[in-house]
């Protein structure tokens, strides 16, 4: 349930103060006001500041991406917070802090449990137990999606099979950058994903994400955190990773993690199906908290029945595709069972792809990819006996 929290104004009230007909007619305050709140000790913008303890970067919702905020407020410290608490509520911000984040956010926000120092009690005790959590009006959270083709570090997925069967174990590798393209200067990145949850065992359970921090940390102790939570009805994923040491990563890339997905049966009655596993938003930050888009990317596996032969052996998709990933500029060949043949290829619009496909022998074929095609997902349809129709995902790198 959403804990919605909506603020009443803060006021002022001036009494026996009459202000003169010159000063109705500028519509000003007198120069004195100023030092007239001074006197009282505070302003109305002091008064206003709360806390919702988790919600680092102060934008209505606890997510991932207050985790990047909290890595680069790592190990400061301040005052401490009266009468703090990590439960979903409202507090007074207390005294500032000497530091503000790029943009004037006041590091006290990142001390969620208010014991005066930021570290990983505040991830644990506030960010891990309020996420998702909601106040007020949520604000964006400024991802940044490059488009595919663009002149941007990529998020890539690679998954261990793109054709898979009940039950199956399925590894998706998970890199951002490469020598070609690599991160200008890393400290950390939060990312969402949408998965089919439904094709996920044990209703979304048996998703997991394994994170690999030996370029983004690469010293031994280095402190380094980490994060990630599952919406399992939803079937979307929050993944976060950030340094903690105000220093970030030059021109840096590499493996960040990887899931792991065991498939459940599909749909009875369906003898194929298709798990997707996209990137919804992404947000990679340097220690300034500049940040840089990043391309997205998106999985898709054919799930299928198996099918019983007459010699009792055990077939899946009659179609199978190597390499894969594929890369532009070189050939996919394809193997089909007895009267299978490809009849054509499209990207995710929709729209027919450009490479071209050759004949090799009644059951293999070569798709030859132009050096200049977009990287992308695209589906390959291939007819069979009785009209069946089957489609292949192939990812182009």
């Known amino acids: ?13 001036l009494c026996c103060i009459k202000p003169t007909q010159a ?8 120069f004195w006001f100023p030092l007239w709140l001074a006197l009282l000790g505070a302003t109305p913008a002091t008064h206003a500041q709360q806390l919702w303890p988790g919600d680092v970067n102060n934008n209505g919702i606890v997510n991932a991406v207050d985790l990047l905020w909290l890595g680069l407020a790592y190990n400061a410290e301040g005052p401490e917070r009266p009468n703090a608490t ?34 990983d009690d505040d991830l644990n005790d506030a960010i891990d137990s309020n996420f998702r959590l909601t106040h007020g009006t949520v604000q964006p959270d400024g991802y940044a999606n490059a488009t595919p083709g663009s002149n941007n570090p990529r998020l890539r997925f690679t998954p261990s099979t793109l054709n ?75 993944i976060g990773l950030v340094r903690t040491n105000q220093i970030p990563v030059s021109n840096g890339f590499g493996h960040i993690g990887s899931f792991s997905i065991i498939i459940e ?67 996919t060949w394809v193997s089909t069972r007895q009267g299978w043949t490809p009849v054509g290829i499209t990207d995710a619009l929709g729209r027919a792809a450009s490479a071209t496909i050759q004949r090799q022998s009644d059951s293999r074929w070569g798709i030859h990819w132009p050096a200049n095609m977009p990287a992308g ?13 089957v489609t292949q995902t192939i990812i182009l790198h």
């Not at 349930?1 to 009230?13: D, G, I, L, W």
């Open 1 to 13: 349930m959403k804990n919605v929290f909506s603020a009443r104004p803060y006021s002022t009230h």
């Open 86 to 119: 990590t439960l979903w509520q409202a507090q007074p911000l207390g005294a500032p802090w000497a530091q503000n984040f790029p943009g004037g956010l006041n590091y006290a926000y990142a001390d969620c449990d208010g014991d005066g120092e930021v570290d």
């Open 377 to 389: 997902w695209y589906a390959l349809q291939c007819a069979g006996p009785n009209g069946a129709l």
């Open 265 to 331: 049966d599909i749909i009875v009655g369906l003898t194929i199906d298709t798990f997707i596993l996209q990137i919804d938003s992404v947000r990679l930050i340097d220690h300034t908290n500049a940040v840089y888009p990043v391309v997205p990317d998106t999985v898709m596996v054919i799930v299928s029945n198996p099918m019983s032969t007459q010699n009792g052996e055990i077939q899946t998709t009659p179609v199978h595709l190597y390499p894969s990933p594929a890369r532009a500029g070189q050939t």
């Open 164 to 238: 898979a069967v009940p039950g199956q174990v399925i590894t998706v590798e998970v890199d951002l950058g490469d020598a070609g393209q690599p991160v200008p200067s890393f400290y950390g990145i939060a990312f969402t994903t949408a998965y089919s949850a439904e094709l996920v065992d044990n209703g979304g359970q048996a998703i997991t994400f394994d994170d690999d921090d030996d370029w983004m940390a690469p010293e031994p102790d280095e402190p380094f955190e980490h994060l990630f939570k599952r919406d399992i009805p939803a079937g979307e994923t929050e």
């Open 23 to 30: 000063l109705k007619q500028k519509n000003r305050l007198p």
